[in-house]
Nanobody, 121 residues
Framework: QVQLVESGGGLVQAGGSLRLSCAAS????????MNWYRQAPGKQREMVAR???????NYVDSVRGRFTITRDNAKNTMYLQMNSLKPEDTALYYC???????????????WGQGTQVTVSS
């Protein structure tokens, strides 16, 4: 009933930029935190950035100053602007959100299917 769909991934040269989007759809009630995670081959999944419903943000140190997370609450959509990309940013990027539905007031955690970002050197 709830879907998170990422888009915007692709192949880019080092120093380039990409903008990821995550659209939440379905029987959505309230969305609290929205988060971007990534997982590179052979590595653990890590949280890259998060944004609260009020717009407060946090970043992992490795992307701070290069990535910007934003959200449009009216569209239930989150974005990740990624600038000055490095080969080490190569990973599968996942959208994640804590939300309620119109039929349940309990917050549950949902994941998207991921979008691949590949940065060539």
């Amino acid at each position: 009933q709830v879907q998170l769909v990422e888009s915007g991934g692709g192949l880019v040269q080092a120093g380039g930029s990409l903008r990821l989007s995550c659209a939440a759809s379905g029987n959505i009630g309230i969305i609290n935190y929205m988060n971007w995670y990534r997982q590179a081959p052979g590595k653990q999944r890590e949280m890259v950035a998060r944004i609260s419903s009020g717009g407060g943000t946090n970043y992992v140190d490795s992307v701070r100053g290069r990535f910007t997370i934003t959200r449009d609450n009216a569209k239930n959509t989150m974005y990740l602007q990624m600038n000055s990309l490095k080969p080490e940013d190569t990973a599968l990027y996942y959208c994640n959100a804590d939300l309620t539905t119109k039929t349940s007031s309990y917050f549950r955690n949902y994941w998207g299917q991921g979008t691949q970002v590949t940065v060539s050197s």
